[in-house]
């Protein structure tokens, strides 16, 4: 079992910047991916940014040049930078963390969420 414990939501100006982190405990995980989506009610769930194992970076088209995602592996923690902030970027932040787990050469993956947390873009 994986748990994951969000933090740095809040409110901030519009052009303003906020740092989310999150931080994955569990015994002996090995996890593949983390990131961060966010979803506005009545709508689905949507990825910000992820980043693998390996370091590579996925981000959508509409945080590109605006957020940095990164990961501490060894710490299994994730951060996300968020700057130049605009009010369509109110809503709230789910992390994620993909697991993987085997039993020799058989391996599977799940998902893990964290609770979500808040950020509002606003003057």
């Known amino acids: 079992q994986v748990e994951l414990v969000e933090s740095g939501g809040g409110l901030v100006q519009p052009g303003g910047s906020l740092r989310l982190s999150c931080a994955a405990s569990g015994s002996s995980v090995s996890i593949y991916a983390m990131g961060w989506y966010r979803q506005a009610p009545g709508e689905q769930r949507e990825l910000v940014a992820t980043?693998?194992?390996?370091?590579?970076?996925n981000y959508a088209d509409s945080v590109k040049g605006r957020f940095t995602i990164s990961r501490d592996s060894a710490k299994n923690t994730v951060h996300l930078q968020m700057d130049s902030l605009k009010p369509e970027d109110t809503t709230v932040y789910y992390c994620?963390?993909?697991?993987?787990?085997?039993?020799?050469?058989?391996?599977?993956?799940?998902?893990?969420w964290g609770q979500g947390t808040q950020v509002t873009v606003s003057s």
């Open positions: 980043v693998t194992s390996s370091g590579s970076t």
């Open positions: 994620n963390a993909e697991v993987d787990y085997c039993s020799g050469y058989v391996c599977s993956r799940y998902d893990y």
